[in-house]
């Protein structure tokens, strides 16, 4: 029983002390349920490292402009990839066949292409011919048809590359 009023004794005096030291001067009783000015006034940034001016409104921060887009788009949604595939299909039904999944997987790899040779129309269609390939055109739809293929990817899936 001694040991716990010692006890409690010790802490009531360590909680006057502590109580004593956060008081503030202005004389108010040390239990004011009022916090003190110095508890409430706004403190300056300590050195805080300069940091960017936010964007404005309506823009985002992903690229600066007129960056050259670099790896495939994101993934289209159902809309976007419905259009697409209607567009493939309209030039062989046998490029997307019953694999609309592997149409848009690549023609995404064909935008990474783009962003990467814009400028090479020939070496485009050309890859374009090796990347669309179905089981009864394993050498590619040819050149007249990757053509209108890779104008597909690009209206569909990547119209900024």
Not at 22 to 39: F, L
Not at 138 to 151: H, N, R, T, Y
Request: proline share 11%; with cysteine; net charge positive.
């Amino acid at each position: 029983m001694r040991i716990r009023t010692a006890a409690a004794a010790a802490v009531v005096a360590l909680l006057a002390v502590g109580s004593t030291a956060c008081s503030s001067s202005t004389g108010s009783s040390k239990w004011s349920a009022a916090p003190s000015s110095a508890a409430t006034a706004p403190q300056a940034p300590a050195a805080a490292a300069p940091t960017a001016p936010p964007a404005p409104a309506g823009t985002t921060t992903a690229a600066p402009a007129g960056a050259k887009p670099s790896g495939p788009p994101p993934r289209p949604d159902a809309a976007t990839t419905a259009a697409y595939i209607a567009a493939l299909t309209a030039i062989d039904p046998e490029i997307v066949s019953d694999k609309v999944d592997r149409a848009v997987s690549r023609g995404r790899d064909q935008c990474t292409s783009v962003a990467q040779s814009p400028g090479d129309q020939a070496g485009l269609v050309a890859l374009a011919n090796r990347r669309f390939t179905s089981a009864k055109h394993p050498d590619g739809f040819g050149p007249e048809k990757s053509a209108k293929i890779l104008e597909v990817v690009r209206k569909h899936l990547c119209p900024t590359y």
